[in-house]
């Protein structure tokens, strides 16, 4: 009830504006905050209603550290995941694209989870739903509101979901949710850890069912681990699996393409793509840019100076190369890792 509008439309706080804990005015908040304020004031120049409990340096943080303004992932930058990219355009994009037609019996979920190893694509997926449905991308990672944030997590789920909603669209990325919703219980779970995962749902019922046009998506590679309530809340499961062969060869031609590097022939893919079973697309970067470095290292091997060393003059990425990447970058995800996720999928994902 004390709260003071940290930015007032009529320039009558004289420089001096309050956090809203103590009212007063020695309690200043710098330029920067307050710069980050205005942008969120309506046309009336007040806060929205919404954002008037929250602590202006935590309004701040949401909106420069986790709120990502250019995601900068297009759908066709990722390879292969046609199926989730069907579910996701059908579930996501279109109801944010046109919330006029997605109401009623077609109203849309407002919870996704991808799960699936790590370094297949799950945080490329949220970027390009935000990139493709034109929604603001908000990434935060799970493990550091209880780390880094101790004592102050539900602040900050507060002041996320806050700034989402003067922000819609927007989608909001959760990554390592399990770390937040979790089914280790009581005695082991601290009260803070607690009260956060509460704030958290809390926070996602909040939107769950109202006009808002707020996607959560949470990221994971330990589906087990979440409990009901969180599967409950997450209605579409996607299993994100490891790059099939075809996107594996997708991403060494893309990625070289980039670099105008790609001179291998048909054949020498498909080899590469044979000896790179159960890696991750993350993997298959590393190693892509492992192989890259081949043609560098020879000629510096071979006594050129790498000051004198022309781009011209190097050879192309061979076959050899990629094969030499192999011994060092090696996969990242155990097999045996990957029966735990064919089950979990079998059990409680969205199969179709
Ligand atoms: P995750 O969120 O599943 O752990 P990321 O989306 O962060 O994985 O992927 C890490 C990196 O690996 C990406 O930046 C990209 O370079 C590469 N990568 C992973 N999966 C794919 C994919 N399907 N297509 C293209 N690149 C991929």
Redesign the pocket.
């Known amino acids: 009830s004390n709260f003071v509008p940290p930015i007032r439309s009529n320039g009558a706080n004289n420089g001096h504006t309050t956090s809203r804990n103590s009212g007063k005015c020695d309690d200043a908040i710098d330029d920067s905050t307050k710069r980050c304020l205005e942008m969120l004031c309506g046309p009336d120049g007040e806060l929205p209603e919404k954002l008037r409990n929250l602590e202006p340096r935590l309004i701040e943080h949401v909106s420069n550290e986790i709120m990502d303004r250019d995601p900068n992932v297009r759908w066709d ?5 046609d199926h989730a990219k069907k579910c996701v355009t059908e579930m996501v994009i279109w109801p944010l694209l046109r919330p006029d037609l997605f109401k009623g019996c077609r109203a849309p979920g407002r919870g996704l989870l991808l799960f ?1 190893p ?7 997926i949220g970027k390009a739903i935000a990139g493709e449905a034109k929604a603001t991308f908000f990434y935060i990672s799970a493990s550091s509101l209880t780390s880094k944030w101790i004592g102050e997590g539900e602040k900050l789920v507060r002041a996320l979901f806050g700034v989402a909603s003067c922000r819609q669209p927007a989608v909001i990325f959760v ?1 390592e949710i399990d770390s937040l919703l979790s089914q280790r219980k009581s005695e082991g779970e601290h009260e803070s850890s607690r009260r956060l995962k509460t704030q958290f749902l809390i926070e996602m019922e909040g939107f769950d069912g109202g006009n808002e046009q707020i996607l959560l998506i949470g ?1 994971t590679n330990r589906p087990q681990e979440l409990d009901e309530a969180a599967r409950r809340r997450l209605t579409k499961r996607l299993y ?1 699996p490891l ?1 099939s062969s075809e ?1 594996r060869a997708w ?1 060494i031609q893309n990625l070289l393409e980039k670099d105008g590097l790609f001179k291998l022939s048909r054949e020498e893919t498909e080899t590469i793509c044979k000896l790179t079973e159960g890696y ?3 993997d298959m ?1 590393n190693l892509v840019k492992d192989a890259s470095m081949g043609p560098l290292r020879e000629a510096l091997r071979q006594g050129v100076q790498i000051t004198k060393l022309k781009k011209e003059d190097m050879r192309p990425i061979t076959l050899q190369d990629f094969e030499d990447a192999l011994q060092e970058v090696r996969p990242s995800v155990s097999l045996n890792e990957l029966d735990v996720y064919e089950e979990w999928n079998k059990q409680f994902g969205s199969l179709s």
């Open positions: 930058d990722i390879a292969g995941l699936g790590p370094g297949t694509g799950k945080t490329m990554d990221a994100i790059p996107a991403i991750s697309g993350s970067k």
